[in-house]
């Protein structure tokens, strides 16, 4: 298990997808897998930057990697604002009646690069809890 | 800004990018793409030979960019789209929405005149 806290500045962005990226190199992964794990992630954390804490440069993102029987799970933490994350077949939907819409595409590559996506508020721990599982050969 | 740099070719500006197009320098970019048109620049030939990566935060350049050149009757065109790139516009079903060119000369060639 691997466990990095990093704050919310886009400049980290490139960081945290070089630290995925060696951990993905670790596990031996194929690289069109290790491509789209580190796009998922890049996606995550922009949505943590700007929806979660608002464009705030000092919130902290919290990473753990967990990897096993060919899959790799990802967990991502925050203590921005709580946000819901809209279902895939409703963006895709929305994308295809009006193709040129700004955003949504994100959430889109983070559903279509990984297996398993999961998002919910930890009222306990009072953070916003995202869980991606990508499972793969060697 | 060395992440974009500018060529005329008649009345077409092709812009070349360069770098990892993620949420960190983007939005700089968009910025700048935006300024050019408008300056009157509407007809648009990005080359993304050099773009080594893009997430969804560097697309929203030429979303953007196509909506603004849609109302103006501009052209945008995309050329030399690594795999990586490309796979990011398969993805989330924007392929078919630009117009996509092997090289800068084909692109080029391409612009109604």
Redesign the interface.
């Given at each position: 298990m691997a466990k990095f806290v990093v704050l919310s500045s886009?400049?980290n962005?490139?960081l945290i997808?070089e630290k995925i990226e060696v951990l993905c190199l670790e596990q031996s992964m194929p690289p069109n897998i290790r491509?789209d794990v580190v796009?998922a992630v890049?996606?995550a954390v922009?949505n943590i930057?700007?929806h979660s804490y608002n464009g705030r440069e000092d919130g902290e993102i919290e990473i753990t990697c967990r990897c096993g029987s060919g899959e790799l799970e990802l967990q991502l933490e925050d203590s921005g604002t709580s946000f819901t994350m809209p279902r895939l077949e409703g963006l895709?939907e929305r994308?295809?009646s009006n193709?040129?819409?700004?955003g949504g595409?994100?959430l889109?590559?983070m559903h279509?690069?990984m297996d398993d996506v999961s998002f919910f508020w930890n009222s306990e721990k009072e953070k916003n809890i995202l869980v991606m599982k990508k499972r793969f050969r060697v | 800004m060395e992440e974009l740099v500018t060529k005329r070719e008649g009345d077409v500006l092709i812009v070349h990018l360069k770098g990892?197009l993620?949420?960190?320098l983007s939005l700089e970019i968009e910025y700048a793409v935006n300024e050019l048109i408008d300056n009157g620049d509407i007809n648009l030939l990005f080359d993304l030979e050099k773009v080594v990566?893009l997430?969804?935060?560097g697309?929203?350049i030429f979303?953007?960019a196509?909506?603004k050149l849609?109302d103006l009757k501009g052209q945008l065109k995309l050329a030399n789209l690594t795999s990586?790139v490309k796979?990011?516009f398969k993805?989330?079903?924007?392929i078919d929405?630009f117009d996509i060119y092997e090289s800068v000369d084909d692109a080029l060639a391409s612009f109604s005149r």
């Open positions: 886009t400049e962005v490139r997808g491509e796009i890049d996606e922009t930057m700007i895709v994308k295809r193709a040129l819409t700004r595409y994100g889109i590559l279509k690069f | 990892r993620d949420v960190h990566y997430s969804s935060s697309l929203r979303i953007a196509m909506r849609k990586s796979k990011i993805v989330v079903e924007l929405l």
